[in-house]
């Protein structure tokens, strides 16, 4: 989280209020709360992990202590929480886990942002290091089979990840500004031992596009309206001809 608070900066200064949508556990917005900001979180809270034990009790209690303000629900469901009031809407890690177009949760984020707020969307690069090695080492690229296959319920694991242009395109098809646009490194200093990571971050200084996450930040435009779906549109796209090589 820290690594994105330099990009962040010059959005939470003038900020004042931040929503996170898909919030989970908190940590990220807690973490921002303490630069002054007023911290509200969204989320259902229906991961698996969320209703073991007291986990669910835990985080509510998190949210207290930190002077969160938690809404539970999901993002297109009424909360009560005002509309344009905020200056920043942060949804992290989420977009890779919907079953449906992120058009929708884009343009609930976009309408509680204040004219000229920013919306930051982070999520897993799909083409990485990691996983541009694993398809040459004929492995897969997506989540474990097993994993899939022994979900008790809906899958709540990533769907569909992006490329850095791709998530451009949603960003800046839902109607805002493309502020940032970067590859961040968040894995690193967690799974890798010092001489691996070093090589590991080596070989990512001099490309960018292997890094393993995904940072896009949007302005949203004073006129802005929530995006509807362009059924014509959705046709052309799906009758185009696959290309060979991507």
């Known amino acids: 989280m820290l690594h994105l608070v330099p990009k962040l900066w010059p959005y939470l ?36 992990w969320h209703s073991w034990g007291n986990n669910q009790e835990k985080m509510l209690q998190f949210a207290e202590h930190q002077r969160i303000k938690f809404h539970l629900g999901r993002p297109g469901e009424s909360v009560p929480i005002e509309e344009g009031s905020f200056g920043i809407v942060t949804v992290f890690d989420v977009i890779e886990h919907l079953h449906e177009s992120p058009r929708g949760i884009l343009n609930f984020a976009g309408r509680f942002l204040k004219p000229e707020g920013a919306r930051c969307v982070t999520m897993p690069n799909s083409v990485n290091l990691r996983k541009r090695l694993s398809v040459l080492a004929g492995k897969t690229n997506y989540p474990p089979a097993d994993q899939f296959y022994l979900s008790p319920r809906e899958w709540r694991g990533h769907v569909r990840e ?79 001809p696959q290309p060979l090589v991507a």
Not at 33 to 40: A, Q, R
Not at 175 to 185: M, P
């Open 13 to 48: 200064v003038s900020g004042g209020r931040l929503l996170d949508i898909g919030c989970g556990p908190m940590d990220k917005t807690a973490v921002l709360g303490k630069l002054g900001l007023e911290c509200h979180g969204i989320d259902d809270l229906a991961d698996e």
């Open 162 to 240: 992006y490329t850095l242009n791709e998530a451009v395109y949603i960003v800046r098809e839902t109607g805002f500004k493309i502020q940032d646009a970067t590859t961040f490194e968040p894995m690193a200093n967690k799974r890798l031992g010092p001489i691996a990571r070093s090589l590991f971050l080596a070989v990512c200084h001099a490309f960018p596009s292997l890094r393993s996450g995904l940072c896009i930040i949007g302005r949203k435009p004073k006129a802005w309206q929530p995006v509807p779906c362009n059924e014509p549109a959705y046709l052309k796209a799906v009758s185009r």
